[in-house]
């Protein structure tokens, strides 16, 4: 098919195809045309910016490399001249480097050579359904994430960007930091948001079922499966699949995980046949994922498909001035639950709140408010109330709430990990070595605790 330098720019085109090759925008050409949609096609940069500057797009698809530069410059003219154009770039298989690059300039998404048309269709429809989107949405604004903190404003303006992206995101951030909200606001405000936004624990699923809950199972496929049953895959088609403590899933289901999204089909257990899945990826973590490829406990094929984009989800004492709008907007809502007048709190009471160092961050400051709620006996809640006694020194170190002390660099997973260490080996010297008596002093099952040492990096 001739290049846009070739002929006039067609009236009815909705998109703007970017690459060198005929062939590839010949078949690009086709495709949408068959989606009832036009397009007109050019074959470098120069012919780019003349279509661009004659005419307006709803969608511009852009190969990396062309004749006369890099798709990469033209993705960052229009992110800055045509802020509402969505722009896709296309690079050749194994160029994830590209893409995330691409991405982070103000790209949509991408598409790998050779082009999947069921890939590329679905891109299409999900960029015909964002204008609409972005017009009706606000602003993320201090309602969705409170706190005015410069942090806090670069979160939600990242937020604001990954909505408009279909791009996978890894959210990384302290146990208690909001992952999960952040990945509710990025599905909320963004084309999917009339779609299913499903929340999957990796490390609350026992390992011997993850096959049937992430992809389904059919009808007799074993004991117990009476009726066909969907997947998290399947339940989140169309919408958001938010895959929470990543880090926890075994090596045997993160092959099969990476699979499915490579693919974006799923089989089912019991099943001959794959079913076509169209969704968006976002996980989260507590660990650091990097790490855990290092040991060798995740997968590096894996980790460079979840992370994308990352965005670090700050821990509160990161963010203290954002305490006093918390609290307020926290004993609101608790209050409200509870059916009770919002009480105010004492000078002294916040104080000692800023100078906590809260390893459990917002989840531990809600619940440190949700038990002073329910035990002051005032008008106000006082600093007794609380029950946090704050002694931070030279080493940052804080009591934690009935006893003990933290680390103020010492994470709440990596506390927990820490006493629950502990605990089995008790349990374990208590019984002799006798791993199932110790599982039974602990009230877990033996594969339970088998698990759990694997995952604290503990000998058998």
Do not use: W
């Amino acid at each position: 098919m001739s290049g846009a330098s070739e002929r006039r720019a067609r009236t009815d085109a909705a998109v703007l195809i970017v690459d060198d090759e005929a062939d590839i925008r010949e078949l690009l050409e086709l495709t949408l045309l068959r989606m009832g949609l036009g397009a007109d096609a050019a074959g470098s940069l120069a012919e780019a910016r003349a279509l661009l500057a004659e005419r307006n797009y709803k969608l511009c698809l852009t190969d990396m490399r062309l004749p006369d530069g890099e798709g990469l410059t033209l993705v960052k003219e229009i992110a800055q001249h045509h802020p509402e154009l969505p722009v896709a770039v296309i690079t050749a298989y194994g160029s994830m480097e590209n893409a995330v690059t691409a991405l982070k300039v103000g790209a949509f998404d991408y598409l790998s050579k050779p082009v999947s048309l069921e890939q590329l269709r679905a891109l299409v429809k999900s960029v015909f359904d964002l204008p609409k989107r972005t017009a009706e949405s606000r602003p993320i604004g201090a309602t969705s994430l409170t706190g005015d903190s410069p942090t806090m404003q670069q979160v939600r303006g990242m937020i604001e960007r990954l909505a408009r992206s279909q791009a996978p995101v890894y959210i990384s951030g302290e146990s208690g930091s909001g992952k999960e909200r952040a990945a509710r606001l990025i599905h909320e405000h963004g084309a999917r948001a009339s779609k299913p936004f499903v929340a999957v624990n990796c490390g609350a699923i026992p390992e011997n079922l993850m096959e049937s809950e992430f992809f389904g199972y059919r009808k007799g496929a074993f004991t117990g499966a009476d009726a066909d049953r969907d997947g998290f895959f399947q339940a989140a088609n169309g919408g958001t699949l938010f895959l929470d403590e990543v880090g926890d899933l075994p090596l045997p289901m993160q092959v099969k995980l990476l699979r499915a999204i490579q693919e974006k089909r799923v089989r089912r257990v019991g099943d001959t046949s794959e079913l076509a899945v169209d969704l968006r990826i976002i996980s989260a973590t507590h660990r650091n994922l990097k790490d855990l490829v290092d040991q060798g406990r995740f997968r590096q094929d894996l980790f460079y498909r979840l992370n994308v984009i990352e965005l670090r989800m700050p821990a509160l004492r990161e963010r203290r001035e954002d305490i006093p709008a918390l609290v307020e907007a926290l004993l609101r809502r608790l209050a409200n639950d509870a059916g009770l007048p919002t009480p105010r709190i004492e000078d002294a009471a916040m104080a000692a709140l800023m100078r906590y160092a809260f390893p459990g961050n917002v989840r531990e400051l809600e619940n440190v408010l949700e038990r002073a709620l329910a035990l002051h006996s005032a008008e106000c809640i006082t600093a007794d109330d609380l029950h946090i006694e704050p002694r931070e020194g030279e080493d940052g170190v804080a009591a934690v709430p009935g006893g003990g002390v933290a680390l103020e660099r010492e994470s709440l997973q990596d506390y927990l990990d820490r006493v629950e260490r502990q605990a089995i080996n008790e349990a374990i010297a208590k019984t002799d070595g006798n791993r199932t008596a110790a599982a039974r002093l602990l009230g877990v099952t033996f594969r339970s605790l088998r698990y759990r040492m694997d995952r604290l990096g503990m000998k058998d």
